[in-house]
T-cell receptor
Framework: EDQVTQSPEALRLQEGESSSLNCSYT??????LFWYRQDPGKGPEFLFT???AGEEKEKERLKATLTKKESFLHITAPKPEDSATYLC??????????????FGTGTLLAVQP | EPEVTQTPSHQVTQMGQEVILRCVPI?????FYWYRQILGQKVEFLVS????????KSEIFDDQFSVERPDGSNFTLKIRSTKLEDSAMYFC????????????FGSGTRLTVV
C-alpha cells in the first residue's frame, strides 16, 4: 500500500534557526512528490513538485530535495511568517494513470521572533 | 493569480439532511477533484472528475456522495444524507492537464453535521 510519513509532527524554531522537515514515502511507482503549505482554516498552497531522485527546487527560504525514499524541505533562516503546516503528497502509478494525491499528516512549524 | 473558489465557507447541517458544496475551478482547468480533511487528520482524496464523468473515486466516496458539473463553471459535491462523521473540511482542487503540476486547491468548506 502506498504510504507517506512526515516527521517531525511539530517543530518550533527561533527566527533565523535553519532546519529540515522530512517526508518518507513507500509507493509502487512515483509520478511526482508535492510540497504544500497550509495555513489554519485554509486550503493547501502549492510549493514544489519533484519527479526524480537528485532533483532540487528552491523558492525564497525553502529548498526541496528528493531521494528514492524520502524528500526534505529545508528552511533557511526562517521568519515568523513561515509558520504553517507543511504537507507532503505523492502521486503514484498504482492502478495505472491515477491523478489522486496521497498526503502525509504534515509538520506543524512554528517560528518564534 | 487565478483561484479556486468554494462556497459556502462554513455550513452547519442536521444529520440526515442533504448538502451541496460548490466550487468554481480555474477557468482553463480540465481536471477537478474533491478532498476532505477531518480535524487533526490527513487530507484524503474523494473523487476526480474529467470530461463530465468520474475518473477515479476512493472507498470513502460511496453512494451517499455525488459530483456534478452542471454548467461550464461550477463543480458540486452533494452528500445525500449527512452523518456526524461527514463533519470535515472539504477542498475542491483543479488542474489544467493530466501530467503536469499545478493542483490548485480552494480555501475549503467547513461542514459541521449536528
Amino acid at each position: 500500500e502506498d504510504q507517506v510519513t512526515q516527521s517531525p509532527e511539530a517543530l518550533r524554531l527561533q527566527e533565523g534557526e535553519s532546519s529540515s522537515l522530512n517526508c518518507s514515502y513507500t509507493v509502487s511507482g512515483l509520478r511526482g512528490l508535492f510540497w504544500y503549505r497550509q495555513d489554519p482554516g485554509k486550503g493547501p498552497e502549492f510549493l514544489f513538485t519533484l519527479y526524480s531522485a537528485g532533483e532540487e527546487k528552491e523558492k525564497e527560504r525553502l529548498k526541496a530535495t528528493l531521494t528514492k525514499k524520502e524528500s526534505f524541505l529545508h528552511i533557511t533562516a526562517p521568519k515568523p511568517e513561515d509558520s504553517a503546516t507543511y504537507l507532503c503528497a505523492v502521486r503514484t502509478t498504482n492502478g495505472g494513470a491515477t491523478n489522486k494525491l496521497i498526503f502525509g499528516t504534515g509538520t506543524l512549524l512554528a517560528v518564534q521572533p | 493569480e487565478p483561484e479556486v473558489t468554494q462556497t459556502p465557507s462554513h455550513q452547519v447541517t442536521q444529520m440526515g439532511q442533504e448538502v451541496i458544496l460548490r466550487c468554481v475551478p480555474i477557468s482553463n482547468h480540465l481536471y477537478f477533484y474533491w478532498y476532505r480533511q477531518i480535524l487533526g487528520q490527513k487530507v484524503e482524496f474523494l473523487v476526480s472528475f474529467y470530461n463530465n464523468e468520474i475518473s477515479e473515486k476512493s472507498e470513502i466516496f460511496d453512494d451517499q456522495f455525488s459530483v456534478e458539473r452542471p454548467d461550464g463553471s461550477n463543480f458540486t459535491l452533494k452528500i445525500r444524507s449527512t452523518k456526524l462523521e461527514d463533519s470535515a473540511m472539504y477542498f475542491c482542487a483543479s488542474k489544467v492537464w493530466t501530467a503536469g503540476d499545478g493542483y490548485t486547491f480552494g480555501s475549503g468548506t467547513r461542514l459541521t453535521v449536528v
